[in-house]
């Protein structure tokens, strides 16, 4: 079956470690994302690549990093420099460019409690 | 930038009942819009979107949504509420200086009881 599979599911990690979080898509798709949930307000956007090699910016991403290496996979770093990360993760991915009114599909999500 | 403001962090309704959620957005440029629903713990997964080919959008699950330019509104109805509609809905609009990335509303918890 396509989809996305995010890991680890739920994390817990100690102040001041850095962290990954895994996410591989066998859609074949160009366009990948993460989001960032916590209650009440909504998937916020921390980084998206429209292709492989190549990523930018979303609205938080302070303290957070990723890389494009392959089409498949997307990880998201976060720093120490987070300075409150404890949240619900999601990543996404999309045919991109090549369909701008496509939808985006979504993993199951990471939980990341920082102690 | 885009945006979409869903009024009512928290809608509830009895088995039966109409469902509206409400959801505005802004936007320079004709928006591709877009509804989620997203249950605990999970992922998100999509109810509908509007691109353009025509403003009463159908999706799964007997919910649909209307497209109205002059509100600049997209919100989502369902005329029978069931108890496996609990979850909650998040309001999506596509935003061209992030690329084909959305930008998502915060959230209306629906809640359906007997």
């Known amino acids: 079956d396509g989809g996305i599979t995010q890991s680890p599911k739920y994390l817990f990690r100690k102040e001041g470690q850095n962290v990954t979080l895994s996410c591989e898509q066998n859609l074949n798709h160009d366009a990948m994302y993460w989001y960032r949930q916590d209650p009440g307000q909504g998937l916020r956007l921390i980084y998206y690549?429209?292709?492989?090699?190549?990523?930018q910016k979303g609205d938080i991403a302070e303290g957070y990093s990723v890389s494009r290496e392959k089409k498949e996979s997307f990880p998201l770093t976060v720093t120490s420099a987070q300075k409150n990360p404890t949240a619900f993760y999601l990543c996404?991915?999309?045919?991109?460019?090549?369909?701008?009114?496509?939808?985006?599909?979504f993993g199951e999500g990471s939980r990341l409690t920082v102690l | 930038a885009q945006s979409v403001t869903q009024l009512g962090s928290h809608v509830s309704v009895s088995e039966g009942a109409l469902v509206l959620l409400r959801c505005n957005y802004s936007s320079s440029v004709p928006p591709y819009l877009f509804w989620y629903v997203q249950y605990p713990n999970q992922g998100l997964q999509l109810l509908l979107k509007?691109?353009?080919?025509?403003?009463l959008v159908k999706g799964i699950n007997g919910f649909e949504a209307e497209f109205k330019k002059s509100e600049t509104s997209f919100h989502l109805t369902k005329p029978s509420a069931h108890m496996s509609d609990a979850a909650e809905y998040f309001c999506?609009?596509?935003?061209?200086?992030?690329?084909?990335?959305?930008?998502f509303g915060k959230g209306t918890t629906l809640s359906v009881s007997s």
């Open positions: 996404a991915s999309s045919k991109g460019r090549e369909r701008p009114d496509g939808e985006l599909f």
């Open positions: 509007y691109t353009s080919a025509a403003t």
């Open positions: 999506a609009v596509s935003d061209p200086q992030a690329g084909t990335a959305l930008i």
């Open positions: 690549s429209q292709i492989v090699n190549d990523f």
